[in-house]
């Protein structure tokens, strides 16, 4: 089993920047897929992003793109997003999830909150306007 504790959260204004970090224990983080989902009240959970901690390859949400960096360092078993130009609307609480058993980085498996088996408590972002 996998634990991930995200930290980083806050609030902060329109426009400013904020990283998330995540940090993962047991297992092999190395061989992990990392995703980062976000949920506003009211709404379903929202795929942000997603990298495969062995090579780097990340993917994006279409509302983030350009905006957030993800990012990986398997030395201290952390995955970051770097967060700018947010907007009110980035406003949600943000997970973090590990897939330990990985498949191919393709779209269609990792956009979806189904294929992940560990997932962090949250860390509240909020964006004032």
């Known amino acids: 089993q996998v634990q991930l504790v995200e930290s980083g959260g806050g609030l902060v204004q329109a426009g400013g920047s904020l990283r998330l970090s995540c940090a993962a224990s047991?297992?092999?983080?190395?061989?992990?897929?990392m995703g980062w989902f976000r949920q506003a009240p009211g709404k379903e959970r929202e795929f942000v992003s997603v990298?495969?901690?062995?090579?780097?390859?990340?993917l994006y949400g279409d509302s983030v793109k350009g905006r957030f960096t993800i990012s990986r360092d398997n030395a201290k078993n952390t995955v970051y997003l770097q967060m700018n130009s947010l907007k009110p609307e980035d406003t949600a609480v943000y997970y973090c999830?590990?897939?330990?058993?990985?498949?191919?980085?393709?779209?269609?498996?990792?956009?979806?909150?189904?294929?992940?088996?560990?997932w962090g408590q949250g860390t509240q972002v909020t964006v004032s306007s």
């Open positions: 999830a590990a897939d330990t058993s990985p498949l191919p980085l393709i779209g269609r498996y990792y956009y979806n909150t189904n294929r992940y088996d560990n």
């Open positions: 047991g297992g092999t983080f190395s061989r992990y897929i």
């Open positions: 990298i495969k901690c062995s090579d780097g390859t990340t």
